[in-house]
Nanobody, 121 residues
Framework: QVQLVESGGGLVQAGGSLRLSCAVS????????MGWFRQAPGKEREFVAA???????RYVDSVKGRFTISRANAKNTVSLQMNSLKPEDTAVYYC???????????????WGQGTQVTVSS
């Protein structure tokens, strides 16, 4: 089991950028797949991006070309660079860890507390 702490959320105007970071405890970080999810008010949580232990990356279509996920195994961190932000990106963003790959949401068993991202129009 790992513990995750997100940071970097905030308020930004449409077209702006934010960088989210997730610090992960534990010596086995490099073996975990890592993901970012988000939940907007009144909506279900949705997948945003993920990176496997081997560096395979996946994005939801709505953020392709705007968001970039990366990981730094030496620092036990995973980041989400968000550019060209839109009001519809407004949500609480959660970092999550999977010991079993990134292809299924159910594999992500450890979650952070979330960080708010608000994009004004």
């Amino acid at each position: 089991q790992v513990q995750l702490v997100e940071s970097g959320g905030g308020l930004v105007q449409a077209g702006g950028s934010l960088r989210l970071s997730c610090a992960v405890s534990g010596r086995t970080f490099r073996s975990y797949g890592m993901g970012w999810f988000r939940q907007a008010p009144g909506k279900e949580r949705e997948f945003v991006a993920a990176i496997s232990s081997g560096g395979v990356i996946r994005y939801v279509d709505s953020v392709k070309g705007r968001f970039t996920i990366s990981r730094a195994n030496a620092k036990n961190t995973v980041s989400l660079q968000m550019n060209s932000l839109k009001p519809e990106d407004t949500a609480v963003y959660y970092c999550a860890a999977s010991p079993s790959g990134i292809d299924y949401v159910g594999n992500f068993g450890s979650w952070g507390q979330g960080t708010q991202v608000t994009v004004s129009s």
